[in-house]
């Protein structure tokens, strides 16, 4: 998947971060969630290149990027530290300055990136997700049982590693397929090379600790933001499925709008995985919004 996508890998303080880019034109950088990797982005990266230089990374923990060991405080799985991957990969591919375009944990991490270096990143698009911190805070029951994995990740080693470790393939299909549309959406190269991953080395581990980073450090960076009146100021748009669990226990706009300065975003007609579930719209969403930041 991907095979017009040239791949470079970048090291990082001994983490090796896997990255693929093709096309001319504005930089776009893109993020993935969990539990995938860039394939995610493959009805997708391939027509953005057609106007962006896209750069595609897979997450620490995640894809063929290294899964670092954990230490106490989970910060080698915080989302400040995954935001100086994506400015070290983005970096090595020769752009200071950059659009981005992420899903789920990768749009956590291109939250803290937005906030943490605002020089960088231009504008952002980001799919399914309400602030961290918000949704922590709002937590009702309906959220609780359709985004359980959240609560499972957190809790101490090793259990989640056992259990993930175990079966990793049913892992992957337990949180994918319970979603609005089962595993149809997801085409079955990319759903082998997101079972294919989950199965390697030291996985379950780094995806429990970008949890466990979620629920603790990522917070008290938040509560910090928060306390100062840190907000986004880049241009924000965020998407999310009408049939996914983030619109049915959150006020999306409202939420952001105390978190950013300048947001606009809609519900489209899918489930959590727009990229994968509603393509064209997706692309369609993404043209329009980074095209006014061609001129910038």
Not at 28 to 46: C, E, I, K, T
Not at 72 to 85: G, Q
Not at 151 to 165: C, D, H, K, R, V
Not at 197 to 209: H, M, R, V
Request: proline share 5%; charged share 20%.
């Amino acid at each position: 998947m991907l095979e017009s996508f040239k791949s470079l890998t970048v090291e990082r303080q001994g983490v090796q971060l896997h990255t693929r880019a093709a096309g001319e034109g504005p930089p776009l950088l893109l993020l993935h969630g969990h539990p995938q990797s860039m394939a995610m982005w493959h009805r997708v990266a391939p027509v953005l290149a057609q106007t962006h230089r896209v750069v595609l990374m897979d997450l620490r923990g995640y894809g063929d990027s290294s899964r670092p060991e954990a230490d106490a405080a989970h910060t080698k799985h915080s989302k400040r530290e995954m935001a100086l991957d994506a400015l070290a990969v983005m970096k090595a591919h020769g752009f200071e300055r950059f659009d981005v375009l992420a899903h789920d944990r990768g749009a956590r991490v291109a939250h803290r990136l937005a906030v943490d270096a605002p020089v960088a990143v231009k504008r952002l698009l980001l799919l399914d997700i309400a602030p961290t911190l918000a949704m922590y805070e709002n937590t009702s029951e309906a959220f609780a049982r359709a985004y359980w994995h959240w609560f499972f990740m957190i809790q101490p080693s090793p259990l989640p590693e056992a259990l993930i470790e175990s079966s990793p393939t049913r892992y992957v299909r337990s949180v994918m397929g319970g979603r609005h549309a089962g595993l149809a959406p997801f085409a079955p190269e990319a759903l082998a090379e997101y079972e294919r991953c989950a199965a390697l080395p030291g996985t379950a581990q780094s995806i429990a600790e970008d949890y466990r980073a979620s629920a603790s450090l990522d917070l008290e960076h938040d509560r910090a933001d928060v306390a100062v009146g840190r907000l986004l100021q880049q241009p924000l748009r965020v998407l999310w499925g009408q049939h996914g669990a983030v619109g049915r226990c959150f006020d999306v706009l409202a939420l952001w709008r105390e978190r950013a300065a300048q947001v606009t975003g809609r519900e489209i007609d899918c489930g959590h995985y727009l990229a994968e579930e509603a393509p064209e719209q997706v692309l369609a969403e993404a043209q329009a919004f980074f095209t006014h930041s061609q001129s910038d």
